[in-house]
């Protein structure tokens, strides 16, 4: 089975660009992250044109929302709110064999690292916090994949320099500290660097301010993939090879500033 994830920022202006990588790539389960619109005026039919009949959104008017589009049968939607907010972060459904998927969509917290300044940041540790909290619920036969624009790039070489970005929101320690506890509450995989060795460079969003985003490289890794412990074998079995980043997505005309990423998982 393939997943994907991906941070669209607006699925309506760029359902050109998911309707191309759902032809080329032809994942089982799309994850879209801002998609920046209401369900009712989620592009249903463009996306049931092009294979993928099952879908779940939670959408908002312009800002946030996410989708699971699905060429398997989706059951059991989940749409969980947080931190007492109705702003469509999450999204969930299981798929055949009983996977459980998780799409996410953190708080990217503003600009000042400082809970008691910007309550933007605030908002996104509380988030964490919660997932935290809700996660250390589900027991060790759980077979759960969560994914999504987390924005937090949490090792040294998941940003473009650890030194100039430990004080820039995404990478700032009480961010990575609060993250490394969503991933304890269940002992989640983080599949990428599961795979690939945490002193290699890895990226998934470069910002539209760069002249020459792939000459500069000045990249984060904020999508993520991972899988409970149950899952690690299959999440692990197709080696480096089924695990993709498809950065070649941000060259794509009038792209997101994220690139898909992708997982084959050998069930």
Not at 10 to 39: H, M, N, T, W, Y
Not at 47 to 59: F, H
Not at 190 to 212: C, F, G, H, N, Q
Request: charge should be positive; charged fraction near 30%.
């Amino acid at each position: 089975m393939k997943i994907s994830t991906w941070n669209i920022n607006s699925v309506r202006l760029r359902i050109g660009l998911v309707k191309r990588f759902l032809k080329e790539e032809a994942p089982d389960v799309l994850c879209l992250q801002e998609i920046k619109c209401l369900d009712d005026n989620f592009p249903a039919k463009a996306i049931r044109e092009a294979g993928y009949q099952y879908q779940a959104v939670s959408g908002q008017a312009g800002y946030h929302g996410v989708a699971i589009v699905s060429r398997l049968p989706l059951k059991n939607i989940e749409k969980r709110e947080f931190c007492a907010k109705s702003d469509c972060r999450h999204v969930a459904a299981s798929l055949p064999g009983g996977l459980r998927v998780h799409n996410f969509y953190v708080p990217a917290g503003g600009d000042e690292p400082n809970p008691k300044k910007n309550d933007k940041f605030a908002h996104k540790l509380e988030f964490l916090d919660e997932m935290a909290d809700w996660f250390s619920e589900l027991g060790p036969r759980s077979k759960s994949i969560l994914v999504g624009d987390l924005n937090v790039a949490p090792f040294e070489h998941d940003v473009w320099s650890h030194k100039q970005l430990l004080k820039v929101v995404s990478h700032t320690p009480v961010e990575v500290e609060r993250l490394s506890k969503v991933v304890d509450a269940h002992g989640w995989i983080d599949v990428a660097r599961e795979l690939i060795p945490e002193d290699e460079k890895l990226y998934t969003w470069w910002s539209y301010r760069a002249r020459d985003w792939r000459a500069s490289n000045r990249g984060r890794r904020l999508d993520h993939i991972w899988v409970s412990p149950s899952l690690k074998k299959p999440a692990l079995a197709g080696g480096r090879k089924a695990f993709k980043i498809h950065d070649d997505a941000r060259g794509w005309e009038k792209p997101s500033d994220h690139a898909p990423v992708s997982l084959k998982l050998g069930l």
